[in-house]
């Protein structure tokens, strides 16, 4: 297996796609896979909460504890800001506010991090985070970027080091509102064999070409049951872009039929290849900290620069403090605990 991260198996993925494409399957799939070896993170990022319940969390998370409910979230927005003075009060810590020297940041292999204590859920070496749909019933689903403002918040400052951040996204453009697709060093895209697919696979292409995170975006081909839906995919996706097919499976029917948590050694083997696939390139990703802080920086400008936030916040761009490294901050974690 290629280990290419200097800093231990620091790694973040999503998985994104219409809905009914695989995402939820494949986050469950992938995390349960990754907990075998690393600490991993699994956020449910969907409108509809169904991560929990294929990894075996049942009723874990009461609302209160979803990351989007207003307490929740405030709570985590304090803890975060720690001493960084250039958030002046709450309301001011944006989505975009990216991290500094003063704000606390969340190690993602620290059992006894308070936020991961406080909003997760622990089962051994996986871990469950639920952004929830707190608020949102009334509005509608096209508001569910709002609720993912604090998942943005966790992910910047989140240091993944030694450890796995697997979410299964929304379906649509929200999973790359804001910070979102600039968060991630792998995105998944679940396709099925249709031409719905395939158009889907264009709109994504033009919104991470548009974000500049093509590079990161990838395809995998789900519910194949023949050798032609193979090569329908084949001949619309490109080559070096389709990380492989996850078959048409009679497991996952099953536990369709049964609900319950999914097993991961109980999938064909064939199908759990793709889940080796998937980590091989994970872990040929060379996350650029510091970059990643950079483009934060740049989203962050482009957000206050809007006439709303000016108006209502006044200026922003001091949340920048352009001394910070993150990239150090990963080596050190890493050092401290060699
Ligand atoms: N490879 C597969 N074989 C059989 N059923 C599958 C496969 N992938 C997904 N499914 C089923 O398709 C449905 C939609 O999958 P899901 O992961 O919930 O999609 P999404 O999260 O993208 O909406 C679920 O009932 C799931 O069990
Ligand atoms: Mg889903």
Known sequence: MPRSSAYGEAMRIAFVGKGGSGKTTLSALFAQYMSKKYPVLAVDGDLNMHLGGLLGFEDELPKEKHISHPEAAKAIKTHLKGKNGRIKD???FRKTTPPTAESNL???????DPILMQFSAVNTTLRLMVVGSYDS??????????????LENILSHLIDARGVAVADMVAGVDAFANTLHAQFDLLVLAVEPTKRGLEVFEQYKKLAEEAGVYDSLYVV?????????EEFIKKYIPQEKLLGFLKESEYLRRKDQEGGALNVDMLEEENR???QTIESK?????????ARLEKLFDLHRRYVAQGFIKERFGDLTNHIDPTFNLAIIYEKHASKNN
Do not use: T, W
């Open 90 to 92: 709450l309301a001011q």
């Open 106 to 112: 969340i190690f993602l292999d620290d059992p006894a």
């Open 137 to 150: 019933e009334e509005i509608g689903a096209s508001c569910y970027h709002n609720n993912l403002a604090i």
């Open 221 to 229: 081909g789900n519910k194949v049951r023949l050798e032609a839906d």
């Open 273 to 275: 290849k793709l889940l």
């Open 282 to 290: 994970l872990f040929s990703m060379q996350p650029d900290y510091q």
